[in-house]
């Protein structure tokens, strides 16, 4: 995936262009550096997006690429673990980034906390891209994966929608077909994640059968629990935290300090970052 030189606001560092063109040059302009490599399959995904945006934003911020294996003493400074990993950089400092590859839709909330979109965005893209629903994008992958069905971006894109949709259960055969070669990329560990944590709703009654537990006996802590795990699958994450924030403040050590493993949990699939430091830092003031 080489860069492609017609793209003003994207280029390739490496050890000697870094220290001018990455670090001075956030100084000016907010640089994004990709951490990617030939053999990654959510790379072939993420990097012609982030390539897509960088033209639409008009150079409100620059694309910096970097080959991991071409360049393992940068990857190293940053403490890269997987990729792709996205690594935002204003005014010479770190200020945010992520692991994995997100949708397009996410990858413009990410940067619209940071950076000002200019007013010529291709605007009829951006909303077909806010309109599509996680069913309808669950139909126009599975139509693209029966085409080629051994590409494993397609099937964790397939799977993203399902969690999207509230049915991590049907991401299992999806994640059980990718190959072992990215078997440790973070977006398979989330995913992986994800539906270990949603396994345990199987033999769980459903939302009305729980709520009624809950008002029979405000201290029902396993039905608050599981009623939480239905609000987080079922796109409510904030009301699933609120409950097990309620949890861990009313009764700590319940069931071996449940509540708190949830929370941790939680925070590790959130892509919504302004929400993860929100609640980390209430569950913070309880614990500490």
């Given at each position: 995936m080489s860069t492609d030189l017609s793209a003003p606001h994207v280029f390739d560092v490496n050890q000697e262009n870094f220290e001018s063109d990455v670090v001075q040059g956030s100084l000016s302009t907010p640089i994004l550096i990709?951490?990617?490599?030939?053999?990654?399959?959510?790379?072939?995904?993420?990097?012609?997006m982030l390539e897509k945006l960088a033209a639409q934003y008009q150079g409100a911020f620059r694309l910096a690429k970097i080959d991991v294996d071409q360049n393992g003493e940068l990857a190293g400074m940053f403490?890269?673990?997987?990729?792709?990993?996205?690594?935002?950089?204003?005014?010479?400092?770190?200020?945010?980034?992520?692991?994995?590859?997100?949708?397009?839709?996410q990858l413009r909330e990410f940067l619209d906390k940071h950076i000002e979109a200019p007013s010529a965005q291709e605007p009829a893209a951006e909303e077909e891209t806010a309109e599509e629903s996680p069913a309808a994008a669950i139909r126009r992958l599975q139509s693209a994966l029966a085409a080629e069905?051994?590409?494993?971006?397609?099937?964790?894109?397939?799977?993203?929608?399902?969690?999207?949709?509230?049915?991590?259960a049907d991401m299992k055969p999806l994640l059980e077909s990718l190959p072992a070669d990215i078997a440790e990329d973070a977006r398979v560990l989330r995913l992986r994640a994800a539906l270990e944590f949603s396994q345990e709703l199987t033999a769980s009654p459903d939302d009305a059968a729980l709520a009624q537990q809950?008002?029979?006996?405000?201290q029902d802590w396993a039905a608050r629990d599981q009623l939480?795990?239905?609000?987080?699958?079922?796109?409510?994450?904030e009301t699933a935290l609120q409950s097990w924030l309620l949890i861990l403040q009313h009764a700590r050590d319940w069931n071996d300090g449940q509540a708190r493993q949830r929370l941790l949990k939680a925070f590790s699939l959130l892509q919504d970052?302004?929400?993860?430091?929100?609640?980390?830092?209430?569950?913070?003031s309880l614990l500490f």
């Open positions: 990709d951490f990617w490599a030939t053999w990654c399959e959510p790379c072939k995904t993420l990097g012609p403490g890269i673990r997987s990729i792709p990993t996205v690594v935002l950089l204003k005014n010479g400092e770190i200020a945010d980034g992520f692991s994995g590859a997100l949708t397009e839709g069905p051994e590409r494993s971006d397609l099937k964790l894109d397939l799977a993203e929608a399902l969690l999207d949709e509230g049915r991590p809950i008002a029979d006996d405000e939480a795990l239905r609000h987080f699958f079922g796109g409510q994450a970052l302004d929400l993860v430091g929100r609640y980390r830092r209430r569950m913070a």
